[in-house]
């Protein structure tokens, strides 16, 4: 994905982290980039079957929406 995540506030992270080494916040970023990742491409499987019941792609609206799904879920669920 070529977006970058936007950064965490210290609060949220685990303490290991948090109070760890420069290389462990590294190692944790990736970890939540890859986990990103793998979400957005399963929800990406997802959004292809999320079709209307009369087999038709829908509207305009309905496609824009089906494509934002697996960013929005990505983003959301690695929080």
Known sequence: M?????????????????NGTKDRRQQYDAALSFERQLVGELTK????????????????????????????MAQEGTK
């Open 45 to 72: 499987q997802l959004s292809k079957t999320a079709q209307p019941a009369d087999g038709s792609g829908g509207s305009a609206a309905t496609q824009t929406y089906r494509d934002m799904l697996p960013g929005a």
């Open 2 to 18: 070529s977006a970058a995540m936007p950064p965490i506030d210290n609060a949220y992270l685990p303490g290991d982290v948090r």
